[in-house]
C-alpha cells in the first residue's frame, strides 16, 4: 500500500502540481485538504497546460477519484470555471470528483474583508493573493462560517446568510464600503451551486474504503511549509496549517496510514507577499533565477522574489513533517550559474540561531552563512536519468541531501510531465 502526501516544503510554488500529475498516473485517488483557491498548481501534460486552484492536480488520470476534502474552502465562482476548463478539455469529473459539504464557503464580505485588512495594515500587509481566504477562516474557527451543507437546504443558507449580513454590512459600511444585499447573493450563489451540487459527497467514506482496500492514496499538499498558520514566517502566512499532520483535520486520514512524505523544494527559494526571507538576493543572480525561472505568480501573476536554497529551512521543514523523501524542482534553472550557493545555517549577533527560535521579526535580522559550489554550466532541461547529469550537478543535489538529512528522490528537470529523474 502507498499513501503518498506531497507538502511544499518552502513558500509555495514549488512545483507541487508537476510533482503531483507525475505521481497520480500511479494514484488511485488524490486528495486536497486545505486552502483554497489561493493556492495554484500548474500541471503540463498531454491535455495541455493547467493552473489547478480546487481540483487536485491528479485529475488528470481518468482511473483515480479526486476529492476536495472539508479543510478547503471554496469560491464557488472558481470552482465553476474550474469544472468547466476540465470538461471542456475532455476530462470526465461525474462519478470521479466528491467534495466534502463541510467545505465553507468564501462569501463577497470575505474578499472585501481581506482587502480592508491589508489595506490598513499599510507596509506591515501580508500581501495575501485577494481571495478572501483570512477572513473565511477566520468565521469558519468562530462558528460564523456558511458551508456547501448549508446549500442543500436552501432556508438554512438564507437565514445563516442573514445574520452574518446583519454583522458584515456594519462593518462594511463603517469603512464606506457598500453594503451587500442578500437576494442578490442568494441568486449567485444557488445558480453557481446548481453546477457544483453532483459532486457534492462526503469524502471520507471513499477515501476510507481506498485505504482498507490498500489502493494508492495520493494527498495534494497547497502552499508551502513557511506560510503555515503556527510553524511559518506569522504573519506573513496563510489561514491554514500546511504540516503533515493537518490531513486528519483537512481530509479524516489518520497519520498512521502515510508511507511516504514526499518534501517539494526548488533547488532555489522562491516567495510571493512580504515576510523575512535570509537567502533573498537583490542582484544579477536574483534576476537571473526570476527570468530563467519565469518565476510570476500562477495564481495572482505577481513577481515572485527569488534567492539561494535555504538548508536551515528545509531541515526545519523535513523534521516538523517527517519527510521521508524530498523532490528538487526547476535544477534546469540553475544551469547558466558559474557559481550556486546554499545557505547552511543562520548567523544572528555572531551566533548560530534556529529557525523555530525566531519570530518574523528576528528572521528579518539573520545573516546567512553560505557554502559555495560551482555551477555546471551545462542544459539540464528535460533530462530523464540521474547518471545522464552533469558532475557538478549531481554533486549539487548531492550536497542538498547532506544538509537536510532525507535522500532526494525526485529531479524535476523542466515544467512537463516526462521532464523527471526518479532516483
Ligand atoms: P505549485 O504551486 O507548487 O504547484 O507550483 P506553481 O505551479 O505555482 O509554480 C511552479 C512553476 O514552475 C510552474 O510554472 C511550473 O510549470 C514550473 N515548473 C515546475 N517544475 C519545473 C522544472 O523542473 N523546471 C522548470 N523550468 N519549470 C518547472
Ligand atoms: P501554492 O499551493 C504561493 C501566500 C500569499 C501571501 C500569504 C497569505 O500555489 O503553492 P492568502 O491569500 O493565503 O491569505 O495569502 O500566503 N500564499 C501562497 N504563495 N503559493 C501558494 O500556494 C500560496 N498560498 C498562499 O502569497 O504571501
Ligand atoms: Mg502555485
Redesign the pocket.
Known sequence: MAVTLII?SQW???????IIDYLSLSADIVVRFHGGNN????V?NDLGKF?MHLVP?GIFNPKAKATIGNGVIIDLDVLVAEVKTLEKAGIKLKGRLFISPRCNLIMPYHKIFDRIYEEAKGDKKTGTTARGIGPTYGDKVSYSGIRLFDLLDKKLFQEKLKTQLLIKNKILKSFNEKPLNQKEIEKTFFVAFKKIKPFVKEPFGIIHESLEKKKHVLIEG?HGMFLDNDWGTYPYVTATNIVSGNITAGAGISPKYLTKIIG?SKAYTTRVGFGPFPTELFDKDGETLTKR??EF???TGRKRRCGWFDAEMIRFAAKINGFTDIAI?????LDTFDTIKICTQYSLNGKTVRYEDLSSEMLKKVKPVYKTLKGWRTPT?GVKTFSKLPTKAKAYLRQLEKQIGVKVSFV????ERE?IIVI
Do not use: Q
Open positions: 511544499g509555495g510554488d514549488e512545483g507541487k502540481g508537476k493556492a495554484g498548481h500548474t503540463i493552473a492536480s497547497a517539494v525561472g519565469n505568480g500562477t495564481t524542482t526547476k535544477l534546469d534553472v532541461n524535476s528537470t523542466g515544467a521532464s
